[in-house]
């Protein structure tokens, strides 16, 4: 896996995130780490400048200091019980008297699970610092959030994505167009992680990667696509973008998921009133709860389509 073989291993190699690393380098360089939460969105770098701190910290041999839980996964109130206070409590050997704890997706730990994790912080604080990964900051409760270093990830500016993503092509070998790298910035919106493991299933097809190559390895439309079946349906057209999606579920293999989300993205793009941006955007998250809740796909697209179809005959009486 390229994410895996390209991950930094020290801070210093982070890319982005500057004000950050220069905190976490200067925790290294004293050896003191108080109890951290980084928050922020998929592929921004929290769980790997977790790792890279405590290699900064401990030398190669920070495996021995570390322990990594998911709590997605180990998210109930034993787990905080039996696996994570039997590690926290246990001095660490060596110069540095703590011991790190790396609880990634902690942001989906039961409320009951967080009110121990936060009794097991009070209690151990002199053997272990606990670095809390989380999406949403705002789901893990007020005692614990006090009690942390708080640290906002964002996502990787468009330029240094695209710089990023040009480099390790060359890296790898492979000849990405400028259409392609487009294309890999609006599938994963600046998610680096996504983004590489989106180059290299494009790169394992063994063509050049573009635009149309992109779009097919991740299940996405075109934006282009989508564009055009949307100014379709606003012309009054209905059966004709009704054909378009057709084309584009079966060109694309996308899901109906996916299509309201990009419809729902080019509505505040499209050239109509403000009025109508708004009724549609609530027309597309009333089929976007539908789908969820395992409506037939083709049904509420179709719906959808004839709800911007009949929109788009408002509008024109209006003018």
């Not at 905080?80 to 008297?97: C, D, L, M, Q």
């Not at 390895?217 to 989508?226: I, L, M, R, W, Y």
């Not at 993205?265 to 403000?274: G, L, N, R, S, Y």
Request: hydrophobic share 40%.
């Amino acid at each position: 896996m390229w994410a895996e073989k390209y991950r930094p291993k020290h801070l210093s190699d982070m890319v982005d995130q500057k004000t950050i690393i220069e905190r976490l380098k200067s925790f290294a360089k004293s050896r003191n780490v108080p109890h951290c939460i980084f928050a922020g969105p998929p592929g921004t770098g929290k769980t790997t400048a977790a790792l890279c701190l405590a290699r900064d910290l401990y030398g190669e041999s920070y495996r021995e200091h570390l322990m990594e839980l998911n709590a997605s996964d180990e998210r109930g109130i034993n787990v905080v019980r039996e696996t994570v206070k039997t590690f926290a409590r246990s001095r660490s050997i060596g110069e540095i008297p703590f011991k790190i704890l790396i609880l990634d997706e902690a942001d989906n730990m039961t409320s009951d699970a967080q009110q121990a994790l936060r009794r097991t912080m009070e209690r151990y604080t002199e053997t272990c610092r606990f670095i809390m990964c989380a999406n949403y900051s705002g789901k893990i409760i007020e005692p614990i959030q006090s009690r942390c270093a708080p640290f906002r990830f964002s996502f990787l500016p468009r330029a240094e994505h695209d710089t990023y993503i040009k480099q390790l092509a060359e890296r790898e070998k492979v000849q990405l167009l400028p259409d392609g790298v487009e294309a890999i910035f609006e599938v994963c919106g600046g998610d680096l992680r996504r983004a590489i493991n989106t180059l290299q299933a494009a790169a394992s097809m063994n063509k050049p990667v573009d635009s149309l190559l992109v779009y097919s390895v991740t299940g996405k439309a075109s934006p282009v696509d989508v564009q055009r079946m949307l100014t379709t349906a606003i012309n009054g057209d209905f059966l004709g973008a009704r054909k378009q999606l057709r084309d584009m579920i079966q060109k694309y293999g996308v899901a109906g998921i996916d299509i309201i989300r990009q419809i729902h993205k080019e509505i505040f793009k499209a050239m109509i009133p403000e009025f109508w941006k708004i009724k549609l955007a609530a027309v597309t998250g009333e089929i976007d709860f539908r789908l969820v809740e395992g409506s037939d796909e083709e049904v509420q697209l179709s719906a959808l389509l004839a709800r911007i179809a009949e929109a788009g005959n408002e509008i024109k009486k209006e003018k």
